[in-house]
């Protein structure tokens, strides 16, 4: 089970320190509650473990189509998006599809991107993954006991050089109930709950 580590953040910038200090192997998540303050933490983070950690980055969006993730990488992370890709260093898949469109298990993706990783001189991969289509799909409440099935089958920390961090829009997250919530505490390392001022906006140090 996870250990219990629960921290409140209200900035981006102590979130983007959060998420830097992941070991190898670690299962997180964060709950962010306005898109603005998660494009500074996955652009921030992305810039990091590309430039610095000599790592694979994936991106798992859904609130926002891949084309404008590029673009926020780009201004907030000062990443040459187009090389990145194309050097395969770099790999942004819509959520959705990456949850319910891919005949390939999620987990199967990962552990084959892993062994991309390492065999092209990556030292492990870095996953950002936006959770939202479990609260939306084929149904009005989503598929959350999928999502919870989901949490629960993956361990609250890897046997691999994979860190990844599962991502909540707050609004989605407040619709799991207490025995879900504490689900989701138990099978993830450390939860990150990123604390907004009332104007919208994170605080950004």
């Not at 200090?21 to 983070?45: D, P």
């Not at 590309?50 to 980055?57: C, F, K």
């Amino acid at each position: 089970m996870g250990d219990g580590s629960h921290v409140t953040i209200t900035n981006t910038a102590d979130a983007v320190k959060e998420l830097e200090t992941a070991q190898a192997g670690e299962h997180g998540m964060l709950v962010y509650r306005h898109l603005n303050s998660f494009r500074k933490i996955y652009s921030e983070f992305a810039r990091q473990r590309l430039a610095e950690a000599n790592d694979m980055v994936v991106l798992f969006p859904f609130y926002e189509h891949p084309n404008s993730v590029r673009q926020y990488l780009s201004k907030y992370g000062g990443i040459d998006v187009s090389r990145q890709e194309k050097n395969g260093a770099l790999i942004i898949v819509d959520s959705m599809q990456a949850h319910f469109r891919n005949n390939v298990p999620v987990m199967s993706y990962l552990e084959t991107l892993a062994g991309l990783a390492r065999s092209s001189g990556r030292n492990g991969v870095s996953l950002i993954a936006d959770m939202g289509p479990y609260f939306h799909v084929y149904h009005p409440l989503g598929r959350l006991g999928e999502l919870v099935k989901f949490e629960k089958s993956l361990p609250p920390r890897f046997d691999t050089e994979l860190r990844t961090f599962c991502c909540y829009h707050r609004l989605n997250y407040d619709m799991l109930t207490n025995d879900q919530k504490q689900a989701l505490r138990e099978h993830h390392s450390r939860q990150l709950m990123l604390a907004e001022n009332t104007a919208g906006t994170a605080t950004v140090a």
